[in-house]
């Protein structure tokens, strides 16, 4: 039955709870965002909330779906596109800074695993690990792409991880600074080019 018929029509939708309780949840956390607060957010009342998701721990593991459907498919392509490994680094910082900006919310929710309270599920828990493992992936495979490292996967792997930790430390730092905390690309490029020498990658000798 709709949720319109047991609580009247003007109810809040599914979509209007959950973009109520990720605002709240990357602001107060799991442990201070609770029903009664996401209700008063919402405009819905806690009957439909738990008609919905069933629990506390439901509403937050769809949060966290929706959060990395959302950032994961805004994701540029594996393949970014340049004649040389700087311009294709380029295009592939550019994107990734993109997805950064634009996704505030997701990125608190999804990459700050030391902020999980100790209530928080192992549903909500595995949800984080498939996010990242995806997230993980992709810059994996946009690295391979960007530097020519089919035949040296150990090493497309240690750039993914080593840019994933700097999005992960900006992030956090957002958490506490705000949105003013953007990715540092500048830099971020610098380290990527840095540790692509200290292999000995194939570079073009006028990057920079």
Do not use: C
């Amino acid at each position: 039955m709709p949720d319109s018929a047991i609580h009247g029509a003007q109810v809040p939708s599914h979509d209007a709870i959950l973009d109520a309780a990720t605002a709240l949840i990357a602001r107060l956390g799991y442990a201070g965002a609770s029903i009664s607060k996401i209700s008063a957010a919402s405009g819905s009342p806690a009957s439909s909330i738990y008609w919905h998701f069933g629990s506390k721990d439901g509403i937050y593991l769809a949060v966290l779906r929706r959060a990395r459907q959302r950032l994961v498919g805004s994701l540029p392509g594996t393949r970014p596109a340049g004649d040389t490994a700087g311009d294709r680094l380029t295009a592939f910082l550019d994107g990734a800074s993109a997805a950064f900006e634009n996704h505030p919310h997701d990125l608190r929710l999804l990459l700050s695993l030391g902020m999980l309270d100790e209530g928080v599920g192992a549903a909500a828990i595995a949800e984080l690990r498939e996010y990242r493992l995806a997230l993980r992936q992709w810059a994996t495979d946009s690295l391979d792409h960007v530097f020519g490292l089919t035949d040296r996967p150990a090493i497309a792997d240690e750039l993914a991880r080593f840019m994933l930790s700097v999005v992960g430390g900006s992030a956090i730092a957002r958490w506490f600074d705000g949105p003013v905390t953007p990715l540092p690309v500048r830099q971020l490029r610098v380290a990527l080019l840095a540790l692509a020498r200290h292999h000995a990658l194939p570079l073009d000798e006028s990057i920079s």
